[in-house]
Each structure stands twice: as structure tokens, then as C-alpha cells.
């Protein structure tokens, strides 16, 4: 058996990797070893980019579906809204009056009690104050307009609990089908 000896440094040839030492082949062209360095490839920022794109995208469509959402407690008589579904509301999408909605405010107040209401108070404050809020908006009596119902919001057990008291009347379809001008210019005489 023989053993060759490969002398290592400065212009010797690459000296094969002695496992045993632990020690890697030098380069054959003089330069030091420097460390490995992960590099990214051509187009590795484009991955970046592109997430940084979707993200931006996925942003200004949430931006653009909640442009017109507003705190239901925020609207005003003569406010057209989209009636959310569900029993607990927070927020109400708001239109102008000639787009596409499905309820008007024809009434804000404040329910007068210390006690949270049940559903047959609340149906005594609406036949007391929007039937007749529905006569001074739309200048026609309540009981003349079939085509139209009442709906309102009220506050929550904590929302009462916390002082609030506003109750807020609106008209719509009896199917809460879309409409697309005021009920107040649709009903004039």
C-alpha cells in the first residue's frame, strides 16, 4: 500500500477531503475559502413583490366592500341603508337614497325607561312615535301605504346597561326587496 502526499496551499492542485480530518479540499486557485452564502436566484424579490401585491389587493377590496359601512347608532332621518341580516346589529351599509337599498330612517329617538324593554313596549313606542314620524316623512298616514313597513333597531342588553337608549325607525318592503329612490319622493302626491 502507498501513500501519496498532496502538498496543500498556493498553486497546488485540489487536495482530495481527508474525512477523517474534517477538514474540506482548498480551491485550486489560490483564494481563500470564503463561507457558503445562500443566495437567492434570479427573480428571488419577485416572490416578495408578489405577496406584497396580493396583500395590497386583498387590502383595498376589504377597503372598497366596507367604504360605506357605518355605525348603525350613526344614522339620521332620511339616511337609506341595506337592512343587515341577523338579530344583533352593528353596522349597516349606507347608500345614497338613489342607488340600490333597502330601508329609509324616518325616525331617531330615545325610548323613555329604566328598564331594558320587551318586545310589547317597543311595539307601543313604534305605533306612538314612527307610525306618525311615517306620516310627517312621507305625508300619507301609515295605514295608506300597504307596499311599505316599519322596522326599527334598538339597543342591546349591554348597549342599555351602558346608557343607550336610541331607537331607530325605518321603512322598507315588506320583503325588504331593493329600492331605488327615497320612499319620500316615491310616495309624494
Not at 474540506?24 to 489560490?30: D, F, I, R
Not at 345614497?96 to 329609509?104: D, G, I, Q
Request: aromatic share 8%; glycine share 12%.
Amino acid at each position: 500500500m502507498t501513500d501519496q502526499f498532496a502538498p496543500s496551499g498556493a498553486g497546488a492542485p485540489d487536495a482530495p477531503a481527508n474525512p477523517a480530518s474534517g477538514v474540506p479540499p482548498q480551491p485550486a486557485s489560490g483564494e481563500p475559502p470564503g463561507p457558503a452564502v445562500a443566495g437567492r436566484g434570479k427573480g428571488g424579490g419577485r416572490g416578495a413583490i408578489l405577496i406584497v401585491g396580493v396583500i395590497v389587493a386583498f387590502l383595498a377590496i376589504v377597503l372598497f366592500l366596507v367604504r360605506n359601512n357605518v355605525e348603525a347608532d350613526d344614522l339620521a332621518v332620511g339616511d337609506c341603508f341595506n337592512i343587515p341580516s341577523g338579530t344583533s346589529v352593528q353596522t349597516v351599509e349606507k347608500h345614497p337614497c338613489n342607488e340600490s337599498h333597502t330601508a329609509e330612517v324616518i325616525f331617531v329617538g330615545d325610548y323613555d325607561g329604566d328598564t331594558y324593554p320587551i318586545s310589547l313596549s317597543l311595539g307601543s313606542f313604534v305605533e306612538a312615535n314612527c307610525e306618525p314620524a311615517f306620516e310627517t316623512y312621507l305625508g300619507r298616514g301609515f295605514d295608506s301605504e300597504p307596499e311599505l313597513s316599519i322596522g326599527y333597531f334598538y339597543p342591546s342588553r349591554d348597549g342599555w346597561s351602558s346608557g343607550d337608549r336610541k331607537i331607530t325607525c325605518y321603512v322598507a318592503l315588506p320583503d325588504e326587496g331593493p329600492m331605488t329612490e327615497s320612499v319620500k319622493s316615491a310616495t309624494a302626491p
